[in-house]
């Protein structure tokens, strides 16, 4: 990494993941739980081009926002988040929420921003528990709720049927 | 303005303000009170280049996220925020609180961040309404507390000290 262009916290957080491919990488592996190259090519919503996926993935990894790890003779990488990328949550949870209000947005993308916004900070505390246990091998937890990620996956399948 | 790369809220607002540099533009506009052209390029932290800052003006004017007026014969423009870009408050409260955590910054501009860290949302609340009487021209109230702007402006001061 190169030295931060100043030690203000907002342009240290931009330096580190505010290139908008790189953002985009990470709500992919965040939201859509997808940990592979093929996958995280393949469902891109807005098209992002192999090289730039592979140099992104690679600078996430530089910048400990994704571990790389499981890859093998016949065995593909799987990239998962870390403790600061998923400390990431709310601000991709305000992101999104402005995104509602200020721009135009399709319905079937929009679900899962309208969830996480309704949710509100407990929610995104919830959210964050769960990946802890795909992504850092957290124990499993016994959960009283229905799991975040799984409601996530349920309100973005319904509005994509 | 390009069509969007795809409806989601989170590329919605990345498309419209996630260039690193336009984000650190609103930032000083919003937290520095910075509205002249060479106000905003003389405090730069990270040191804008004047092409750069004139375009990321003219990128954020068209994309709604400010307005420009007041220029004229010996009159300088203004820069001011919108309804939009003031309801970003809660994201940069979020990106800098996660800067804070999980990179090095330094004490002198994490004073700012510390603050509305620790305000939450209610602190980010009140910023929001005085940052609305500075830009929009809205009413000025009689507040019972101390001005957010104020208090961001002394901790700032006593940092640089």
Chains 1, 2 share one sequence.
Request: overall charge positive; some cysteine; hydrophobic content about 45%.
């Amino acid at each position: 990494m190169k030295p931060a262009r100043s030690g203000c916290p907002i342009n240290a957080a931009v330096e580190a993941f505010g290139d908008s491919w790189s953002l985009l990488v990470l709500r992919d592996v965040m939201f859509g739980n997808r940990l592979y190259f093929r996958e995280l090519l393949a469902g891109s919503e807005e098209g992002i081009a192999s090289n730039v996926l592979a140099d992104r993935l690679k600078r996430l990894v530089a910048a400990g926002l994704l571990t790389r790890d499981g890859a093998g003779p016949g065995r593909r990488a799987a990239y998962k988040l870390t403790e600061a990328s998923i400390q990431l949550v709310p601000v991709f949870a305000q992101l999104g929420d402005w995104g509602i209000r200020h721009r135009p947005t399709t319905e079937r993308l929009r679900m899962r921003a309208e969830l996480l916004t309704a949710g509100g900070s407990e929610l995104w505390t919830d959210l964050m528990t769960e990946l802890r246990v795909i992504h850092l091998d957290a124990p499993a937890l016994q959960f009283e709720r229905q799991s975040v990620i799984q409601r996530l996956a349920n309100v973005y399948a319904a509005a994509s049927e």
